[in-house]
């Protein structure tokens, strides 16, 4: 079975600066999709950035990359330029490509504090 | 924003009680997921539906059941609830296009679920 961990169970940042989220996972599969999930205190669930175990080049949104180690099965979110509205609950979660298995394992979630 | 549905927003119950809780989507996807979110444990699968009757067991799935008459609704029982099913529910959608798919999830606003 896969499974995701997510070592870090609080983080907090400085506004304005970068922090890094950590996220590893185990599978036998060679393709298979990645993703970074940010839950506000208004409980949403909102998908950040989304990775292509295939494809090499690491996924960007706007102030949000990951670090993509797929032999280490390493999946790290990175957040430049922090702001106050990025303090949430932060979950990687991990889903194979095969047709007919659509299901997300997620992690236990990284809670991100911002400091003013 | 996908057009999912669930009801009740927040119920409180007494151990022993049956309860059903409701989701409805708009979107007319295939895949339905119910997860449940605990301090700790991130969200675990409960049970999911790829099609109308056509449904299958996470990880979780003791002391629920499930079931899907029609494509819009998705239904989650808990046959006699127990203080260790209080927990915060998601519904979670997904469409399926044939062959390797890359459809995120798109998650309802959740139920907040107390047995007493």
């Known amino acids: 079975a896969q499974t995701v961990t997510q070592s870090q169970p609080e983080m907090s940042v400085q506004e304005a600066e970068t922090v890094t989220l950590s996220c590893t996972y185990d599978t036998s599969e060679s393709d298979y999709y990645l993703f970074w999930y940010k839950q506000p205190p208004s409980r949403q669930m909102i998908l950040v950035i989304r990775q292509e175990a295939y494809k090499q080049q690491n996924a960007t949104e706007n102030r949000f990359s990951v670090n993509f180690q797929k032999a280490a099965k390493s999946f790290s979110l990175k957040i430049s330029d922090s702001q106050l509205g990025d303090a949430a609950m932060y979950f990687c979660a991990y889903r194979p490509t095969n047709f007919g298995n659509e299901k997300l394992t997620f992690g236990t979630g990284t809670r991100l504090t911002i400091i003013p | ?116």
């Open chain 2, 1 to 116: 924003d996908a057009g999912i549905t669930q009801s009740p927003r927040h119920k409180v119950t007494e151990t022993g009680t049956p309860v059903t809780l409701r989701c409805h989507q708009t979107e007319n996807h295939r895949y339905m997921y119910w997860y449940r979110q605990d301090p700790g444990h991130g969200l675990r699968l409960i049970h999911y539906s790829y099609g109308v009757k056509d449904t299958d067991k996470g990880e979780v799935s003791d002391g629920y059941s499930v079931s899907r008459s029609k494509t819009e609704d998705f239904l989650l029982t808990l046959e006699s609830a127990t203080s260790s099913q209080t927990s915060v529910y998601f519904c979670a959608i997904s469409a399926a296009r044939g062959g390797a798919t890359n459809e995120k999830l798109f998650f309802g606003s959740g139920t907040q679920l107390s047995v007493l």
